[in-house]
């Protein structure tokens, strides 16, 4: 008999049809062969599912026995077949179970999408990409999917899918020959859910420095890269945790795009993501683990990666690895990142805020005088000037005197701050699309940021006096046209020009 399961295998972040087929032959020795490229996970599942089948009850079918995983040059990778194999095992061959043929309602397999990974015992344990299983299902037009518990609440934010979780093997055959019921995954309510996320950290804890909360609040307003350089101390850990506070709420297909993220990657995570990411990696970090890949497999996605529609935040840039630095720079320019493997590849998304922060010296603190100079610009080098160049605001961070840490004003908190973002993304979104102004290139910038003479003049002088690339004579502009939506101003003044210009520090010193 022949019993086939949809199924499903990860490629990067996507989810692509894998069919589990099973064949019972009368003829020839017992003997289970699995075809299909399985990965070492995988052709161990032979032996988790019968085990797992023999702690529920269950007699493995005395056949030869091919388990196909189809298409069959696809590779497959970990553990999420054992559900579907066993299932189709035992749907094969009835009198293994309780010698019951499936009921008059009992659903069909081959309408079903199913993954779980068996323990020794038949219970189920999560697995990754169970939101883009549930998309996978939703477009292909399959009744539901049966995942285990633990996935069914990050499957069930997918509209009209019927999400139905077990917590065993018995279960789902049960399901199966309709003698039992799965219970059906809630839909969630997406934007009741964002609204309701609380803040982590708000901006009236960090005391003083108001020049820094305005830089950060105009790239959360345009969606610009920034590196705050400070003295040890100063509060830019802090500030940094509080950004995304600022940051507009996720729009709903927003979360279902960062939680079907965090799922393919396995992040922990077996619920909506609500909030913006912050993605803060030490920076021991290896260029793998910044932009994704893996040494074995299908590449797995990154911080970079898993930071999308929020904030990365690499505290101690000069502390990075010279090459993981690097690799940044594509997915810091064109808000994507490919990963070339020898056993495929993989597009990832990376459109977040990159947030860094680094001390003036390694020493922490800056230094007065000729040597102290030296010792900024030694401790600098080790950031290549091409990164530099891909930050659009540099902002110098000072040290909050004791005599003002008690007496300073808190400043905005960050629900005004968030207002402010709100009302510039808002008109931006009006002019432009969705395209935010960090974005914005060639014609489509022309358009956003006319300027008159005098703002042209402007920046004409500071290009010339600084040495500016062209990737920085377009980022002034993209600043200035922030800035300009922060203050609700239709052009680019000169004044909008000259604060933009302020936040290109590293450019005077090259």
């Not at 095992?89 to 309602?105: R, V």
């Not at 932009?291 to 529609?309: F, Q």
């Not at 808002?426 to 432009?432: D, S, T």
Request: charged share 25%.
């Amino acid at each position: 008999m022949l019993v086939t399961i949809p199924s499903f295998a990860l490629q990067g972040i996507d989810a692509v049809r894998c069919d589990v087929e099973v064949s019972l032959q009368s003829r020839g020795l017992p003997r289970i062969t699995l075809v299909g490229l399985p990965d070492l996970a995988v052709r161990e599942s032979i032996e988790r599912v019968k085990s797992a089948m023999g702690s529920s009850g269950f007699e493995p079918p005395r056949h030869r026995t091919t388990i196909s995983l189809a298409p069959a040059d696809l590779r497959k990778q970990g553990p999420a077949y054992d559900l579907p194999i066993a299932v189709a095992m035992l749907l094969a061959a009835p009198e293994s179970g309780e010698g019951a043929p499936p009921g008059p309602k009992a659903p069909r397999p081959c309408d079903w999408m199913v993954a779980g990974e068996l323990a020794l015992d038949g219970a189920l344990r999560p697995v990754r990409g169970a939101v883009g299983m549930a998309l996978l299902a939703r477009a292909v037009g399959l009744a539901g999917i049966v995942v285990p518990e633990a996935n069914s609440a990050e499957a069930a934010v997918v509209e009209g899918v019927d999400v139905r979780g077990a917590g065993s093997l018995p279960e789902v055959i049960a399901f199966f020959r309709g003698l039992g019921r799965l219970p059906r995954a809630e839909p969630v309510d997406v934007r009741a859910a964002i609204a309701s996320q609380p803040l982590a950290v708000d901006f009236r804890e960090v005391r003083g420095q108001g020049a820094a909360k305005r830089a950060l609040c105009i790239a959360a307003a345009g969606g610009h890269n920034a590196l705050l350089i400070g003295p040890a101390g100063c509060g830019k850990t802090l500030m940094a945790r509080a950004l995304p506070g600022i940051l507009p709420p996720l729009e709903p297909d927003e979360a279902l795009e960062v939680t079907r993220i965090w799922s393919a990657a396995g992040a922990g995570q077996s619920r909506l993501l609500t909030e913006r990411p912050f993605r803060a990696p030490h920076h021991t970090a290896s260029t793998v683990a910044l932009v994704g890949g893996g040494a074995m497999g299908l590449p797995r996605p990154g911080e970079v990666t898993l930071a999308h529609h929020g904030v990365l935040f690499l505290d101690e840039l000069p502390e990075f690895g010279r090459s993981a630095l690097e690799a940044l720079r594509e997915p810091l320019e064109d808000g994507f990142i490919t990963v070339a493997r020898a056993h495929g590849s993989a597009r990832f998304p990376a459109r977040s805020i990159l947030l860094a922060a680094m001390n003036p010296t390694a020493r922490g603190n800056r230094c007065a005088g000729a040597r102290g100079a030296r010792e900024q610009e030694k401790y600098m080098e080790r950031v290549s000037g091409p990164i530099v160049d891909r930050i659009d605001l540099h902002v110098e961070v000072s040290a909050v005197p004791f005599d003002r840490l008690s007496s300073a004003p808190t400043g905005e908190s960050s629900g005004q701050l968030r207002e402010r973002v709100v009302a510039a993304r808002a008109r931006q979104r009006a002019r432009q699309g969705p395209v935010l102004n960090a974005y914005l290139r060639g014609a489509e910038l022309d358009a956003a940021a006319p300027m008159g003479e005098e703002s042209r003049a402007l920046l004409g002088d500071a290009m010339t006096r600084l040495g500016l690339s062209a990737r920085a004579y377009d980022k002034l502009r993209r600043i200035a046209r922030t800035i300009a939506d922060l203050e609700g101003a239709c052009t680019v003044t000169a004044v909008h020009v000259a604060e933009a210009i302020q936040y290109r520090i590293l450019d005077r010193h090259r």
